[in-house]
């Protein structure tokens, strides 16, 4: 049976049964979903529905998710069946049948579907937990008896194999499993399931959602009971098709071949080299998905796990000998295996190739060196009897050489060493400590949605959004929240500013739900609508502060200004008019920047964020390279001169299938039903989106788009900001009056303005290299103050410092000023300003000796900084493009002296 024989069996079998089939989500979960960084299970992107906080399609319903996890990323390729990537089948009860129907679809399928004999089927069940106070799951066991189980073939499993919880409180609920007796041979008479051996195989789990917890420990029944079951294709393909590893079936089986072909070693003769193969394998397979769907290589997040799998392929690929350009090799294959199942292999087999040529060549250039810094380190540690290799030299392997702390992990291990993993870690944190602000908006905005949904799911009703028709409408409050937070507690999460310091004991904020409603509700990077609630004759007055989005329903979070609002009262909703003008028109005007950046870069560019407000646009984009002034010029001209030809934008309703078909954008992280609204401009040859936000009627309304600023966002992710609109009017009026100021102050024309700034700018550099002949270059910078900041590691005088001179040779000057007052010292001086950075590492020949050297230590600095350099070991140069980050590099650079002073 092959592996699309298995998914189509699975899948037309629970069709038959009245479940209807969902297409698998992206492996970006939703936007609304921040658990986790991918879709780690079949029932990931159904939590809504489990929740109560969507209304399912259907209350049966069955998938093939695709499905990526990597806890244990480092045993791949030493196992026969873990797996990053892999397909989850799965059936799903919301609230329909339970335990017993559950059961026999899954003994019937098993037999009749799948061809197991019903003596070789085990089957485990909950055993009952005292800490829970619960018994053996008696309804399960009746349910497995009265399909004709043996009770010896049930067997009762504790709490850690047999009971599901996604957390410490929440729904829960124990679970069944189905085993395969694969024979006594596969290991002893007394082995059972449940239990760590080969010859029982767990093929399928069966969850009861029956339980919420809360508090940990105290379990109270659900009201609505559901299904969640779970059943891995790749591990059910290598029983049926009677092979000993995953990775001898038939979506592997090719690209072991493929790694055979290029390597020119054999699959079965070595473990070094089986292991390669399979971790190429399962790499290969896990980058193409997560790469079509929208993922890019970065140094944070989901980028970041990204480039760790993509790096680790490789690594074992440059082990193997393989030729530059595997990786788009491996990515075919997988296309062709795949894409009859995932057609959006095929459409985006452009933007993986480009991703993986660009990760393979910058990892190629770094890859030798830092393989080589680590059989030096590794070689020390030999010599030195030592356990292993410290964490600053792991945490210098990760910053400067890109590598993944788990690929340095594997590699020492192959040695029989170690690497100090807390050290490692002690440094990212602070490294993550530096890089990002402090910030408590999230805890808070997380418990305000969890107090909207806790309202809507006793509510009864979804509300009907009106806004893309109006923006005013009367109608019914449906639900006010029973228990809102009292003023007096200006801490709670609703409260802030001055709602949060009002005190009296009544309600600040309130929550409460509308039978329809005109406010759009947050979503798609659009902020949520503003405005006033009214109650008829005037009796209450409310301030509209947020919408709550949750799925296709929304909660307004509104300030009371005077009076009480009651369930069932009549009121009138208007959105500020003027606030939402503004935001459509930067919404309209963020669809143009992208198909502008598109027509310009080239396909590979998707939207990777956004922020959509009313008072700017803020556009993160897929590219791996900064934006020139002509490219912005290029794209800000485009967007304008559709704004000027008037074009009408229109939303149209229609089927995915069709949209797709039409070519329309879609967002990898949204989650779309079959019908869906999509938004395009003119006759749609430049831009069509699916879009559930709100635009102007005709992009003459927006009037002028300007580009702000172009940064980095991410490693391979840009962002553009801009304003629209009156903004962008006001904008272009401040601008003048500079210019304007600029002709006043240096007597010259407009047209002159340019000319007359650069005449200055070079007599200014004269005045500077005038001062420096003077000797006074050091732009008052207190050269004791700065010596005294030296630290004292392993006995050595250590500085890495920015300071504020007027260039490189400013800093030359300073070295050696600071020489003469430490001694034998490790110094390191950077400077930045007009987009470039200079950087000066002198390192005092005693200290040479010890493994530090200059040249290695600004290499690591310039790296930081988009640049490089080099010299000799006492003396080295080098320069970057990024000079936002130049205190970052400061810190790779003095993380670089102590990492070679302590080895």
């Known amino acids: 049976m092959t592996s699309d024989d298995i998914r189509r069996t699975f899948i037309e079998f629970f069709e038959q049964q009245g479940h209807l089939r969902l297409s698998s989500a992206s492996l970006v979960p939703a936007e609304l979903d921040p658990s986790a960084l991918f879709t780690v299970a079949g029932m990931h992107p159904l939590k809504p529905y489990f929740q109560g906080v969507e209304k399912p399609p259907r209350q049966r319903v069955t998938t093939c998710q695709k499905t990526f996890r990597t806890p244990d990323i480092e045993i791949i390729g030493t196992t026969t069946r873990h797996l990053t990537f892999f397909e989850m089948l799965g059936n799903f009860s919301f609230g329909d049948y339970f335990k017993r129907e559950a059961a026999q679809f899954a003994w019937t399928l098993s037999r009749d579907g799948f061809g197991f004999s019903e003596e070789d089927i085990w089957i485990t069940v909950f055993a009952g937990d005292a800490e829970l106070g619960l018994g053996p799951d008696e309804e399960a066991i009746q349910a497995w008896l009265d399909l004709g189980v043996p009770r010896e073939r049930i067997v009762e499993c504790p709490r850690e194999e047999n009971f599901w919880q996604a957390g410490p409180t929440g729904p829960c609920g124990p679970c069944s499993e189905l085993y395969l007796d694969r024979g006594v041979e596969h290991g002893t008479p007394d082995d059972l399931p449940g239990a760590d051996n080969e010859r029982f195989l767990e093929y399928w789990n069966l969850v009861f959602m029956q339980l919420d917890q809360n508090p940990v420990g105290v379990l109270t029944p659900l009201p609505a009971k559901n299904i969640d079951t779970g059943m891995g294709l790749n591990r059910m393909a290598c029983v049926l098709q009677d092979k000993a590893t995953v990775f001898e079936t038939d979506q592997f089986a090719p690209l072991i071949a493929l790694g055979e072909e290029l390597s020119g070693r054999r699959y079965g003769e070595q473990f070094a080299t089986d292991k390669a193969l399979r971790v190429l394998a399962d790499h290969s397979r896990a980058v193409t998905f997560l790469l079509a769907d929208g993922v890019v290589p970065s140094n944070e997040d989901r980028g970041y796990v990204l480039r760790r799998v993509m790096r680790r392929a490789i690594q074992h690929g440059r082990g193997l000998g393989l030729p530059t350009g595997f990786m788009e090799r491996y990515a075919t294959v997988v296309t062709e295996l795949m894409a009859p199942e995932y057609p959006e292999l095929h459409e985006q087999r452009e933007l993986v190739r480009r991703w993986l040529a660009s990760e393979e060549e910058s990892f190629g250039h770094t890859l030798e060196q830092g393989l080589r810094r680590l059989d030096e380190l590794i070689a020390r540690a030999r010599d030195a009897d030592a356990e292993g290799i410290a964490g600053a030299d792991a945490f210098l392997l990760h910053d400067t050489y890109g590598f993944p702390i788990d690929m340095t992990l594997e590699i020492v291990a192959e040695h029989g060493l170690g690497v100090d993993e807390a050290g490692f870690e002690s440094l990212m944190s602070d490294q993550r400590a530096r890089a990002r602000s402090a910030g408590g908006r999230g805890a808070a905005q997380s418990g305000l949605r969890e107090r909207a949904a806790s309202l809507a799911g006793g509510a009864g009703f979804a509300t009907e959004f009106v806004g893309y028709e109006t923006t005013d409408a009367e109608t019914t409050i449906g639900a006010v929240e029973a228990e809102a937070p009292d003023a007096s507690d200006p801490t709670h999460p609703a409260l802030s500013g001055e709602a949060g310091r009002r005190a009296g004991g009544r309600p600040a904020r309130l929550l409460l739900k509308l039978l329809e409603s005109p406010f759009y509700a947050t979503g798609g990077g659009q902020v949520a609508d503003g405005g006033v609630l009214e109650c ?97 010029r290029a794209v800000e001209d485009d967007v304008n001169a559709w704004i000027l030809e008037s074009h009408p934008v229109r939303a149209l309703s229609t089927t995915l299938d069709e949209a797709k078909r039409l070519g329309a954008m879609a967002l990898f992280n949204e989650k779309y039903g079959e019908i869906v609204r999509m938004v395009e401009v003119g006759d749609g040859s430049f831009s069509r989106e699916l879009c559930g936000g709100t635009h102007v009627r005709n992009t003459a309304e927006i009037g002028l788009l300007r580009i702000l600023v172009e940064t980095s966002s991410a490693a391979n992710v840009r962002r553009i900001e801009a304003i629209t609109g009156s903004e962008a009017v006001g904008f272009v009026r401040e601008r003048d009056r500079e210019l304007q100021q600029a002709t006043e102050l240096l007597r010259v024309p407009a047209e002159r303005v340019g000319e007359a700034i650069r005449q200055l700018r070079e007599r200014v550099r004269e005045l500077e290299r005038a001062a420096r002949r003077d000797g006074s270059a050091n732009g008052g910078v207190d050269v004791d103050q700065l010596a005294a900041a030296a630290t004292q590691t392993a006995g050595a005088s250590v500085l890495a410092a920015a300071v504020g001179v007027a260039d490189g040779d400013a800093l030359l000057q300073l070295v050696d000023r600071l020489k003469g007052k430490l001694g034998d010292a490790a110094i390191v001086l950077g400077r930045g300003g007009e987009g470039r950075v200079d950087l000066v590492a002198s390192v005092a020949p005693a200290l040479v000796a010890r493994g530090v050297r200059a040249g290695e230590i600004v290499k690591a600095a310039a790296a930081v900084v988009g640049g490089g350099g080099g010299g000799r ?14 205190s970052d590099a400061i810190s790779a650079a003095q993380a670089a002296i102590e990492a070679a002073l302590s080895g």
């Open 536 to 632: 008829a004759g005037g009796g209450c007055r409310g301030r509209v502060i947020d919408v709550i989005r949750l799925g296709t329903d929304q909660v307004v979070e509104i300030e009371p200004q005077h009076g009480t609002f009651e369930p069932g009262e009549r009121v009138s909703a208007h959105v500020d008019r003027a606030t939402r003008h503004a935001t459509a028109c930067n919404h309209t005007g963020t669809h143009l920047l992208h198909a502008a950046l598109r027509r310009l870069l080239g396909d590979h560019v998707r939207q990777a964020g956004s922020y959509v407000g009313p008072d700017k646009l803020r556009f993160d984009f897929t590219h791996g390279a900064s934006l020139s002034a002509q490219e912005l």
């Open 873 to 886: 070991d006492t003396l080295a140069r080098a320069g970057g493009r990024e000079p936002e980050r130049l």
